[in-house]
């Protein structure tokens, strides 16, 4: 099942107060749990990637083995299409100061970007103590999908409702976002984004499906 809702690029530290209002007012409600990854690996990866950023994905994920079972037959790489930033950047919530996105809900973020034929591939993989850990991305879905505050309050409550592992796409269709499974407590998410702000070349249906079966490599 892909759920399909009216809904950037990366930058928690340049978050719009609406969009941090409204991940506030989300950080309760829904439940996380379940195996594969958590908190504390994501937490101690995210240290270990610090500010400099790293070339590898520690994460198990196989953008070519997703694009094929998505019916995408474009030729995947790691790094941006450009080649100009880092394959992975990092965010450990425990060295948050005082006023950040994490304030409300510590945890970490690796995000891992990729190609898919001439377009960026960000998978921004978040976990944090309590629930809704994608409340965390809300800017980074805002400018992604090129939305309104309304349409990301939407968004964000649709992807906590929904059950792990089942994609909710945004309405640009470029913005997907599924629930994972945790070993131990907490709520973990993966945001996927393609293309531009609010374009790419792959269909709503393909980007759900991408987002579903990277979801699934972790479990």
């Not at 070519?64 to 790691?78: I, Y």
């Not at 879905?141 to 792990?164: H, P, W």
Request: charged share 20%; glycine share 14%.
């Amino acid at each position: 099942m892909i759920r399909v809702r009216g809904l950037g690029r990366s930058g928690l530290r340049c978050a719009a107060p609406a969009a941090a209002a409204v991940a506030a007012l989300l950080l309760s409600g829904c439940s996380g749990g379940g195996d594969a990854l958590s908190l504390g690996s994501l937490q101690e990866e995210a240290a270990r990637i610090g500010g400099d950023g790293a070339a590898d994905c520690p994460l198990a994920y196989d953008l070519a083995a997703a694009a094929k079972t998505a019916g995408v037959s474009l030729e995947a790489g790691p790094g941006d299409a450009q080649g100009e930033e880092p394959a992975v950047t990092a965010e450990d919530g425990r060295e948050a100061p005082e006023g950040s996105a994490w304030a409300a809900n510590p945890g970490a973020l690796v995000t891992c970007t990729f190609r898919l034929g001439q377009e960026d591939v960000e998978l921004h993989t978040v976990a944090t103590g309590k629930v809704q850990a994608l409340a965390v991305l809300a800017p980074v879905v805002q400018r992604a999908a090129g939305i309104s505050v309304d349409d990301l309050g939407t968004f964000l409550k649709e992807a906590a409702a929904a059950k792990k592992g089942v994609p909710v796409v945004a309405r640009s269709g470029n913005v997907a976002a599924a629930r994972l499974r945790l070993d131990g407590s907490g709520d973990a998410s993966l945001l996927l984004t393609v293309g531009d702000s609010g374009k790419s070349g792959l269909s709503a249906e393909q980007v759900g499906a991408l987002a579903k079966a990277l979801a699934r490599q972790l479990g």
